[in-house]
T-cell receptor, first 112, second 113 residues
Framework: GQQLNQSPQSMFIQEGEDVSMNCTSS?????WLWYKQDPGEGPVLLIA?????ELTSNGRLTAQFGITRKDSFLNISASIPSDVGIYFC????????????FGKGTLLTVNP | DTGVSQNPRHKITKRGQNVTFRCDPI?????LYWYRQTLGQGPEFLTY????????KSRLLSDRFSAERPKGSFSTLEIQRTEQGDSAMYLC???????????FGQGTRLTVV
């Protein structure tokens, strides 16, 4: 079963606000990935993180690989309506470079 | 379009029927993965291939499920004697050999009635 705790489960924000979400685990992860999924579509890769402490940006998105290697964070700045969707954290546990473990997702709603 | 391609996008089948899904990975990717996603959950790992070899199968993959990747290119996932509990989104992903960035297809939504 899934072993990543993702929070919050859902968020309702106003356009222009910043958003933060996180993912934690009791296990050590070697890689963290953040995906966005729209209804009826597959997940789209947003950011990949490979080193503890790493901070990586992709446009208005910034993600960090926690120094304990057991957590990761995603921030979205100046949200826009097209940011609506479900955001998933995922990672490769230490010792497994082929099987992604996913969180349950954070549903983001942006009010224009 | 050089992304991961899955067909069909949607499949409705009667309980007890067999279904087969196809995945075409990104051409230079050696690894291919199948995941299953149910409503309100993140994707769950089913199986993966390194070229044509199937190297790992999840306990979620009952004996009614079989996956192949002949010649190390496209892959098929077959479900025999479908059950209502098989209703889900079936996702295919591919990556390079080092298995880091996995790119997903658009998925096949299976509904068993």
């Amino acid at each position: 079963g899934q072993q990543l705790n993702q929070s919050p489960q859902s968020m309702f924000i106003q356009e222009g606000e910043d958003v933060s979400m996180n993912c934690t685990s009791s296990s050590i992860f070697n890689t963290w990935l953040w995906y966005k999924q729209d209804p009826g579509e597959g997940p789209v890769l947003l950011i990949a993180l490979y080193k503890a402490g790493e901070l990586t940006s992709n446009g208005r998105l910034t993600a960090q690989f926690g120094i304990t290697r057991k957590d990761s964070f995603l921030n979205i700045s100046a949200s826009i309506p097209s940011d609506v969707g479900i955001y998933f954290c995922a990672g490769y546990k230490r010792g497994s470079n082929y099987k992604l473990t996913f969180g349950k997702g954070t549903l983001l709603t942006v009010n224009p | 379009d050089t992304g991961v391609s899955q067909n069909p996008r949607h499949k409705i089948t009667k309980r007890g029927q067999n279904v087969t899904f196809r995945c075409d990975p990104i051409s230079e990717h050696n690894r291919l993965y199948w995941y299953r996603q149910t409503l309100g959950q993140g994707p769950e790992f089913l199986t993966y291939f390194q070229n044509e070899a199937q190297l790992e199968k999840s306990r979620l993959l009952s004996d009614r499920f079989s996956a192949e990747r002949p010649k190390g290119s496209f892959s098929t996932l077959e479900i025999q004697r479908t059950e209502q509990g098989d209703s889900a989104m079936y996702l295919c992903a591919s990556s390079r050999t080092d298995g880091t960035e996995a790119f997903f297809g658009q998925g096949t939504r299976l509904t068993v009635v």
